[in-house]
């Protein structure tokens, strides 16, 4: 008899369209399995003593989703099976705040209009992380308004981890992205894809309606590439 772990990176996951599925982290959609291989899986909890499945472990091991388990292994809370009643959703886009600090003239969310739009308390985001979680959402999109202009914003992102989730996309125009932030993200363990709005040279300012908008939002491609968080995928918004 034999005892297998799922590896750090591998989750299991059912919902009512797709019952057997994993999520290999970092990576937005979950793939399906079939049914004998999920049912294979959930007995690599590091625990169970399996015999008879070697043609499945053999499978497993050679494509890195199991490994051999010692004595002290357990699976993290994030790998272990979560049954989602809800049809298939593995991520979300959340506008954490309509409030910005620019006066694009063709924005809704303008500067002028501040005053009337709303923002989510800590309160209200741990409870939509929390229910996010419940759902099987894997990863989450960030917008605004302007999202790093929220007081909480750190904490914000700090939750979807805290909640086995992941930061994939942030949009923002740049003007709150300067070292002490980037350095956050890397203490939060944070590499998301980051979308700065750019309306292009000599343009950007007149657009925005914001004397030095140009400047900062040159400043901050400039450093997130020097720290190779931005383009991995050969993308600027």
Not at 83 to 100: E, H, L, Q, V
Not at 209 to 219: Q, S, V
């Amino acid at each position: 008899m034999s005892r297998y772990i799922l590896n750090p990176d591998i989750a299991l996951r059912s919902w009512r369209l797709v019952p057997y599925a994993y999520y290999r982290k970092g990576v937005r959609y979950a793939k399906g399995l079939k049914k004998e291989e999920f049912e294979f899986l959930l007995k690599c909890d590091g625990k169970t003593e399996l015999r008879g499945e070697l043609p499945l472990a053999e499978k497993f091991l050679d494509m890195e989703f199991i490994a051999p388990a010692k004595n002290e292994d357990s699976l993290s809370e994030w790998q272990k099976h979560l049954d989602c009643d809800n049809r298939y959703f593995p991520a979300m886009s959340w506008m954490i705040t309509g409030k910005c600090n620019y006066n694009c003239l063709h924005c809704f969310n303008a500067a002028d209009n501040a005053p009337i739009m709303s923002e989510w308390t800590p309160e209200e985001a741990k409870m939509l992380m929390e229910q996010a979680q419940k759902c099987g959402i894997n990863a989450i999109t960030i917008t605004g308004g302007e999202p790093m202009l929220h007081k909480n914003f750190f904490e914000i992102v700090e939750s979807i981890y805290a909640h086995g989730m992941y930061l994939e996309d942030l949009n923002t125009n740049g003007s709150f992205l300067d070292q002490t932030a980037l350095e956050q993200f890397r203490k939060i363990g944070c590499n998301p894809l980051i979308k700065i709005s750019f309306d292009g040279i000599g343009y950007h300012d007149w657009l925005r309606n914001r004397n030095g908008a140009e400047a900062d939002a040159l400043r901050a491609i400039r450093d997130l590439m020097r720290r190779r968080l931005l383009c991995q995928h050969g993308y600027i918004r």
